[in-house]
């Protein structure tokens, strides 16, 4: 035992003159230090453990999953990062498959009329976003959707796209060289097809 107030061990005696209730008090007391001292710290296990079997030219590789809601991203073979996503709606599904990283927008707005559906109609949008990763030329990017964050990792909200926080969609963007693989799965959407 430690006497507090001098910072020396308390000897035998020492500790004898304290009182009955006093040394009670600082058996106690390091017993609950020694025991949360002893607790091991929760880490928080990725979603996957081994990355997807695609090629990689880029050292990179991410995997978003509808089943658990999340991106688990890869670098080198280990996992870098987790992040929760909102994929697009039953509606507007994302499609399943290997996409690669096209292109890369600061910000950008995106506009439903690019495919066919007026931006005035009830289905329209014109939508002003940051950190922009394109994964198909059809109009699938992963970026950020502040608008959504209470979303992503519960529910499906998107016209398609990966929505991600301001802070995941920075990463991304300032990580992903062009040419990485986005692997998605378990959607209801249909089988992306390559290039489109």
């Not at 000897?11 to 230090?33: H, I, K, Q, Y």
């Not at 928080?44 to 590789?61: F, Q």
């Not at 970026?143 to 920075?170: D, I």
Request: charged share 15%; proline share 7%; glycine share 10%.
């Amino acid at each position: 035992m430690t006497d507090r107030h001098t910072g020396a061990a308390l000897s035998r005696r020492g500790f004898a003159r304290l009182g009955v209730s006093t040394a009670a008090a600082l058996v106690a007391a390091t017993a609950t230090v020694g025991i949360a001292a002893a607790a091991p710290t929760p880490v928080a296990e990725p979603t996957e453990s081994a990355a997807p079997p695609v090629a990689t030219k880029t050292g990179w590789v991410a995997l978003a999953d509808d089943n658990t809601k999340q991106i688990t991203i890869w670098h080198d073979g280990e996992v870098v990062r987790t992040m929760p996503t909102s994929f697009g709606t039953n509606k507007h599904p994302t499609p399943n498959g290997v996409y690669y990283t096209m292109e890369k927008k600061r910000e950008m707005y995106m506009d439903s009329s690019t495919y066919g559906v007026p931006v005035d109609s009830p289905e329209g949008y014109r939508t002003y976003v940051e950190y922009a990763t394109r994964m198909s030329w059809s109009g699938i990017f992963v970026h950020a959707a502040p608008w959504s964050v209470n979303q992503q990792g519960v529910s499906n909200v998107s016209h398609g796209c990966l929505n991600v926080s301001t802070e995941n969609g920075k990463y991304i963007y300032d990580n992903f060289p062009i040419g990485t693989p986005i692997v998605v799965r378990n959607t209801v959407g249909g089988e992306y097809v390559q290039g489109s």
